[in-house]
């Protein structure tokens, strides 16, 4: 027999031919739908449909692999065989889930770099209501609290790496749907997103080059699944309340405050009694008992003496004596008399109403893939004045043009208004519980005290009256891309994404608000756009070979630009009426009004190639290259490289690993990269910028020797055409574990990076004309650990209960500053070496935190039986010991006293500011199925902060005397309570010791989110023509605990300000419908 010719073989080779089959679960035999079958080393493949069935041309020698999400892939030789029924069974291994790399996706096993991903489907119980919601307690990422109707909050990933902080310089990069994103994260609708994947090392991150020193977020919204249409609405209401601020005294212990503070000054010695008591001076010496409150009186003074110290009628009562004595007047000392007090916080806090409804209808099929979703959201505030809302929507169109081409769209609209007259949340507050809020009509009053007083306080909700305001934003945020298939399993993809931005802020003040400053009563206009657009060319190549080679090789080529415009007009002294308000500014006078203009432009590009092997799923190597140029660096330094590599062993697939049966992954990692910071409060640093000199003249003679006047414009700031590349290095160490089928599996990561050439303001000697120029500078170290874990503790068919835990450490330390050096000089003046110095006005000092805390160590209170050593501190009792750590400065007298020194040399290091401790834990308890309760608590811990008011240094006599204000509730020290941990009023530091404060530990646990849902039974949904109905109620920051923290909450101020430490409590019962 003769042997067929060879092309006659190729033939037989290749010959295609239909296949058809079904893709079911193992275990309960349902239809799977879109589930994955791809030809390997092919563009081929498709997807299965709603009854699980596929259809696909092949030739016979080809090799499927089937992939589902949350099941075990399949490898199947097609050979003679044309019908297929394939079952996958379930399976506890996360390796198999797709993780977004940058301009790709990942199988989780393949990863050599830091990579956590966050799925908000499996925290829906938590019912997250903002992009942040949905991250807090990731580890290694630290995320702020907000307790405004908008919600959000900050994001940080493993710490503070620079000292410069403006334009969000150390927030991460934010990716939406494969384009950098420059908007705010509350314009994602959290209902929209399918998958977060948080880059952070350098290796995973440096694809994105410049912009990823600071960690990158990458955020995937939903697509359409294979099978009929989803419809789903969800809507939600719940109410919002304070839960935590600087609380004040109650009306008695705001009498008694003020009773001890007139009190304070007559603090002595009684010869008589040897006691140190209110004796000492003023009219206590030949009155005593003046200040005391009349039915509080010793036995040894009679209510006749007492009355007897001022004059007063005979039928005045003792309580309007005493209250006179302590300041009251006027309509307080009425409102006193008559029992008559406001409680200035409900007049300033309510339940806010909050509403959010959204409602999505997707799917797919062979051709098109679609979401389309549209929400609203309406939240109040705990502040009565604090309102946002917005509209969202979002569209995301995939098509199939041809079997090579495809086509999509992604078009995200939101409009929302977040404007709120502000009111001075700690003014209001500190108005007297004994003022007025509103007169006999109910209309509040503008002054809480009446013109007796000098200083009457000042109500801000009485000047909403006169005050309009409108904000708002209106943002279309786009994403096309096209794909193309090529030979050789050669895919190319085209993205672009143009951004539109539109802003305004309108606000008015009436002329007739009374008392009002002139240079503020007009209308505010102020408008501005912003475009930005930026795309890329991709040729991604994936190809197998021999069975156990995996080569990945990715190709990148994009630019952007980001345009700005911004108008704005202050219009005053508008005639002959502003009864038109900020709508009419036209017939403002020109000389009094102002108006203001600002442009700005830059423009950025990158090239990049990785490449990606893998041997066996045993050995991976991923490396990379990316070369980035912006325009806001100097002309000498626009462009930088940042390389990296990652090696990764996945040890649990080595034959001679003998606990494979007990550890199912195991994997070792370790990356080494750069990445660059190009986040910038002003693109135009480097540049000398002309402006007007804030209204400045100068003058000349002219031809008539009169003199001619004109504006002139000024240089902002010496040019430096040399500015660079902030640039990060980092190294990580992780290693990836998982036992008995990974239902415990976790993470440990170690890290340490440097970032150098920071971008700061060196000082410039005054000849120079400028203070400062910004340059490249310093360097600032920082390492840490992470772990996580994840168990699924118990699974029954009627019982199941998971928990994920998180631990991060952090620690920053600043290695250079402005490279300046002073000597080190002995006690005797010889100089034993040189250091760089600190910038002690910025608070930086070598080898420190960033935010270290340098100050006097208070040790305790001065207490009555230490009069006489707390004199030589220029103290009494009740004021604060303070450490003299530095003492060859003090001053021996000729009597033997010693006159102790207080400088800088006896300032400590005390902690730091940041939290370095941040863990984490959610439990998730399933019952029946339908029943499901869960529970977040998270924690940030080794912080500390200073807060001079609990020394009671803010109770001085400009506070008690003007309009008897109200001041933060404490405790302080007596006589007759003689804390160590408190001052007295007016509480006062050694002499030359300035800013004394309490040191605190700011470290707390925060029970964030209980939540309960309830899924009713198909069977009852199925009448009702529903697929799934959900019911579900959380509490979001259910409870807060302090080690010692007692000034508001300890997440929302997190330095100690008048403005921070307000907290919010919400409350939300929800409804998820699913057709």
Known sequence: MSKPSRPAQQASLFQQHIITGTVTDAKTGEALVGVAVKVQNTPTGTSTDVNGAFKLQVSPNAVLNVSYIGYESQTITVGDRTTFQIKLIQSNNSLEEVVVVGYGTMKKKDLTGSIVQVRPDNIANENPKTVQDILRGTPGLQVGYSASAKGGGTMQIRGQRSVYTDGGHNDPLLILDGMQFYGELSEINPDDIEQIDVLKDASAAAVYGSKAASGVVLISTKKGKQGKPVINATMNIGGTEESDYRERFSTDAYLQHRQDWYTKNSYGVNPQTGAYEAYQTGVFASQPGYFMRPDQLPSTISIDNWRGYTANDAGESDLSIWARRLGFTGNALQNLLAGKTVDWAKQTYRMGLNQDYNASVSGAGDKINYYLSVGYLKNQGALISDEYQAVRSNMKVDAKVTDWFELGANVNFQNRSDGA????????????????????????????????????GYNYDFQKQYLELEKGYTVLNTIFNAKIKLPYNINYSFNASPRYQFFFDRYFMSADLPGSDPASRGANREQSKRFDWSYNNTINWDYTFGGKHHLNLTL??????????????????????????????????KENSTFLSEDTHQTADALLARLFYSYDNRYMLTTSIRRDGYSAFGTSNPYATFPSIA???????????????????GKLRVSYGKNGNRSLDNPNLALANLYEGGGKMQGYLNQSGELALYRYLMADRLANPHLQWEKTASWNFGLDFGFLNDRISGTLEYYDMSTHDMIM????????????????????????????????????????????????????????????????????GNVTGRKEMDDIKSGWFIGKSINEIWNYRVTGIWQANEVEEAKEYGQVPGDPK???????????????????????????????????????????FVFWKDLSLSFNIYSYMGHKSLAGAYLNNDDDGGRMTYALQNVTAKEYWTPDNPTNDYGRIEAKGPTGATGVQKLYDRSFIRFDNLSVGYTLPKIWTSKWKLDRVKLYGTVRNVAVWTKDWEYGDPETNPAFDQGGGLATRVYTLGLNLTF
């Open 882 to 924: 303070v450490a003299n750590n530095y003492t060859a400065d003090d001053v021996v007298n000729a009597n033997g006293s010693v006159t102790h020194v207080y400088n800088d040399k006896d300032k400590e290091f005390l902690g730091q500011t940041t939290p370095p401790f941040h863990w984490s834990l959610r439990n998730e």
């Open 556 to 589: 990148v080529q994009e630019a952007e630009e980001r345009q700005f415009w911004k108008d704005r007009i202050e219009a005053r002294k508008i005639l002959p009426s502003d009864a038109l308000g900020f709508h009419n500014t036209k017939n403002a006078t």
């Open 647 to 665: 090696l990764a062993w996945s040890f649990a697939n080595e034959k001679f690993f003998k606990w494979r049966n007990i550890m199912s992954t």
């Open 421 to 456: 007259i502000d009111v001075d949340l700690d003014y209001q507050l500190r108005n007297s519980p004994y003022a007025d809020y509103a007169d006999e009509a109910g209309n509040p009053v503008q002054y809480p005290l009446s013109s007796e007083y000098s200083q009457r």
């Open 761 to 828: 303001n060196e000082r410039l000697p005054g000849f120079t004309g400028f203070d400062n120029i910004t340059i490249n500078l310093g360097q600032v170290d920082n390492h840490g650990v992470e772990f996580s874990l994840n168990t699924l503790n118990i699974r029954k068919d009627k019982f199941q209960w998971s928990t994920t835990i998180g631990l991060s450490y952090n620690k920053n330390t600043i290695k250079h500053l402005y490279y300046e050096y002073e000597n080190i000089v002995d006690a005797e």
